[in-house]
């Protein structure tokens, strides 16, 4: 796993919700521990537990399949940062593509920590790649939850859409 240490300081709250479109049960990050605009990496955690919107209480906790979500909403975060620090407002984004998906466990228990970390490795234009991984953490230790590789775009003005 890769962590960037280069600047810590979290980020909660409405700071946090302010970086990215989603709310409610649908906003899927507690708070960022670190990043690095220069090296465009995030690390977000996410606190699991029966709040949480695919809670199953079967299960007690989520499955795993989850934190592609959160890994998408750690990549909106690093936008939104990036964009505010340059006094934009943080654009909408779209998932284009998921790769290389390995998941190592099939749910995350209540009281687990989701940690994301995602780092850019290339951009064209509006179009973004990030190596994604995912670890737990809970009572008994850390442990991996899983990888992937994300393709997202960023739009522009979303208000021409309306109308349609």
């Known amino acids: ?14 700071e946090l919700c302010s970086l990215l479109p989603h709310r409610g049960k ?9 990043y690095n605009k220069k090296k465009n ?14 809670y199953d209480p079967e299960f007690g906790g989520v499955p795993s399949w989850v934190g592609i979500e959160c890994m998408a909403q750690s990549i909106s975060a690093l ?11 943080p ?17 995350l ?3 687990t920590v989701l940690r994301t970390y995602v780092r850019e490795d290339y951009r064209l234009d509006a179009v973004f ?12 230790g850390s442990y991996p939850v899983g990888r992937a ?13 309306e109308s349609l």
């Open 149 to 161: 590789n994300i393709m997202v775009m960023e739009a522009g003005d979303l208000s021409r859409w």
């Open 79 to 89: 936008s939104g940062i990036i964009n505010r620090d340059e006094g934009k407002k």
């Open 129 to 140: 790649s990030y190596n994604c991984e995912m670890s737990g953490q809970d009572l008994s």
């Open 41 to 54: 990496t995030l690390s977000a955690e996410y606190d699991i537990g029966p709040g949480c919107l695919f």
């Open 109 to 111: 228990s209540s009281g």
């Open 91 to 107: 654009p909408p984004g779209f998932i284009l593509s998921i790769s290389n998906l390995e998941l190592a466990v099939p749910f």
């Open 1 to 14: 796993m890769f962590q960037d240490k280069d600047i810590t300081g979290i980020i909660e709250g409405e």
């Open 26 to 34: 649908m906003f899927l990050l507690s708070r960022i521990s670190t």
